[in-house]
C-alpha cells in the first residue's frame, strides 16, 4: 500500500462549523469501504509511526488464550 494516495499535511488543521464538518462525513460516506479503511489504516500509521509497508508485529507475549470445557 503506497502512502502517496494520502498525505497529512498537519498546517492545514483548521476549526470547522458544523457545516463544514457534515460536508466531510457525507464525502466519506460516499467512499468504498476499502477506501475508507486505507485511509484508516494510514492515519493510524502516521499516530503510532510506522511504515505502511512494514507494520510492527503482534506481541504474542502480551495475549494468552485459554480453552473452556463445557
Do not use: C, G
Not at 498537519?10 to 475508507?36: G, H, I, L, N, P
Not at 499516530?47 to 485459554?66: I, Q
Amino acid at each position: 500500500m503506497e502512502n502517496k494516495k494520502y498525505r497529512l499535511d498537519r498546517t492545514q488543521f483548521k476549526m470547522q462549523s458544523f457545516q463544514e464538518a457534515d460536508m466531510q462525513q457525507e464525502y466519506w460516506k460516499k467512499q468504498s469501504s476499502v477506501e475508507r479503511l486505507q485511509a484508516a489504516y494510514y492515519l493510524i500509521s502516521v499516530a503510532f509511526n510506522f511504515n505502511l509497508n512494514n507494520p510492527p508485529r503482534l506481541d504474542r507475549t502480551a495475549f494468552s488464550m485459554k480453552k473452556h470445557s463445557f
